[in-house]
């Protein structure tokens, strides 16, 4: 009986499958992007047939060589993908059997799909979280360079957006520092998770074969291998992990990108961006556009929902494989390609962000920001807190309607409003003197923003 079905499973089909089910059916397209992880992890489980007797040391070779061979040819660009062969596991299966012949067949003994995909993506994963770390640190990296540059430069600190206290421009950027540093946290953490081996689940119950796990365990470093053969190829609760993980990181660089927007309009005016991370507008021949924070901005969207559509695509699955799970790999992968461009933009981009200290000082002057300092000054000169604030609330009424900030009125104005305030009181309602004041673990004093750099420098060192 002649069967035009699937090779790799047609033995009990009597029609070939119909043309648009192929199609549909298919994941080739998209997870051929795996085929380095579908090569070595089929090389490890033929070393370890190999080693267990079911495989001979001539197959084993034969089976490696061949392997190897396809994986130039798809570098190349040579390799043929075939819809028909549905997925990255069987085109490269069949690809080996039309080399090496019928050994080619063998080396899919004591496996199945189902745990040959779950520790593809297992490994794949692993190495984009190793990249994005290595991008994070590379970011990081640069936010030290510039707050240390910046550690004395000041900007006013918005609460509401509203100007509230004045900061060191270095203190605002190592904010961004402390994000990213949980972020890498994150993407740290959830590896551990990734990196556990499927490999030997086989379909879901396991292997007849005397299998050595710990040994493919050990050939791809794996830090273990899976404990339960149903979860093992039916899970994909570390794909979710990774998006929850990318989605916080995009949220803080949607913060970043946001604020760097704001800043480069002309009403901020505190940075300037290089013209090479700007564009221009076709009509407004005076327009340089943020365009990378504000695409950064906008593709977090994408990430969170591909978090939604992979809890969604888990949500109710009965064990233990079911093809739903093709599903998980365009969420997943757009996911990672959208986390590492954003990365590499923002990782190329904030070393060269110039900041603009007259105008930021300016801004700081602006909305009396050492408000608070001339209180607390107060309560050092024995006025109760409440007292004080009313005080300075009226002290700024008074500055609002002379448009002068406190530091520019005369001593006999602000004696009006108390008789405590003395000549002394001019060293706190300087910016630099506001800033300098606080001046401990976290605080915003340039001496602070120094030892905060020289904090995040050991803790890149560390890594
Ligand atoms: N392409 C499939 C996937 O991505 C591979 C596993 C298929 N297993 C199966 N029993 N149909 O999930």
């Known amino acids: 009986m002649s069967n035009k079905t699937n090779q ?22 998209f997870d051929q992007r795996m085929y380095l992880q579908d090569i070595q992890g089929s090389i490890a489980h033929a070393k370890m047939l190999a080693s267990a007797g079911v495989l001979t040391g001539q197959e084993r070779d034969d089976i490696i060589r061949g392997l190897g061979e396809i994986r130039v040819e798809i570098e190349r660009g040579e390799f043929e993908w075939s819809v028909e062969l549905e997925d990255v596991h069987m085109n490269i299966e069949a690809a080996l059997t039309k080399k090496i012949g019928i050994t080619g067949k063998k080396l899919h003994t004591g496996r199945s799909r189902n745990d040959q995909v779950a520790t593809d993506i297992r490994l794949y994963v692993r190495d984009e979280i190793d990249r994005i770390l290595a991008e994070i640190s590379r970011l990081q990296q640069g936010l030290l360079g510039v707050a240390e ?42 590896r551990k998770r990734v990196n556990v081996m499927p490999l030997g689940a086989a379909a879901l119950a396991g292997t007849t074969y005397p299998i050595d796990r710990a040994m493919t365990c050990e050939l791809l470093n794996f830090s273990a291998p899976a ?91 009965p064990l233990a494989y079911n093809k739903d799970n093709q599903e998980d790999k365009e969420p997943l992968f757009d996911a990672i390609d959208t986390v590492k461009g954003c990365l590499r933009a923002f990782a190329d981009m904030v070393p060269a962000l110039a900041a603009k200290a007259d105008s930021m000082r300016a801004a700081a002057m602006r909305g009396f920001s050492t408000a608070t300092d001339l209180a607390d000054y107060l309560v050092r000169k024995g006025v109760a807190f409440r007292d004080a604030h009313e005080i300075v609330g009226k002290s700024v009424a008074f500055g609002i309607a002379e448009k002068r900030d406190l530091s520019e009125m005369t001593l006999a104005e602000l004696q009006q409003f108390s008789d405590v305030i003395g000549e002394d009181v001019f060293e706190v309602l300087t910016l630099e003197g506001s800033v300098a004041a606080r001046n401990h673990i976290g605080g915003t004093a340039p001496d602070q923003v120094r030892a905060a750099v020289v904090r995040g420098r050991e803790l890149l060192a560390g890594r």
């Open 227 to 317: 404990g339960n053969s149903l979860d093992a190829v039916s899970d994909r609760d570390f794909a979710i992990e990774f998006c929850a993980a990318a989605s916080l990181l995009l949220m803080h660089m949607t913060r970043m990108s946001e604020e760097l927007v704001l800043w480069t309009s002309a009403q901020f005016d505190f940075i300037d961006l290089p013209d090479r991370f700007c564009t221009g507008s076709s009509i407004m021949p005076q327009k340089k556009n943020p365009d990378v924070p504000e695409l950064v901005r906008g593709k977090s969207g994408r990430v969170y929902g591909h978090l939604m559509s992979l809890l969604t695509l888990m949500k109710s699955q």
């Open 149 to 190: 540059r910046e550690a004395d430069t000041i900007m006013p600190g918005f609460t509401h957006l509203q100007t509230a206290q004045p900061v060191t421009f270095g203190h605002h950027l190592m904010a961004w520092f402390e994000m990213l540093s949980r972020d890498y946290e994150r993407f740290v953490d959830c």
């Open 8 to 29: 790799q499973w047609g033995g009990r089909f009597s029609e070939p499958t119909d043309a648009f089910v192929a199609r549909f059916t298919a994941s080739v397209e």
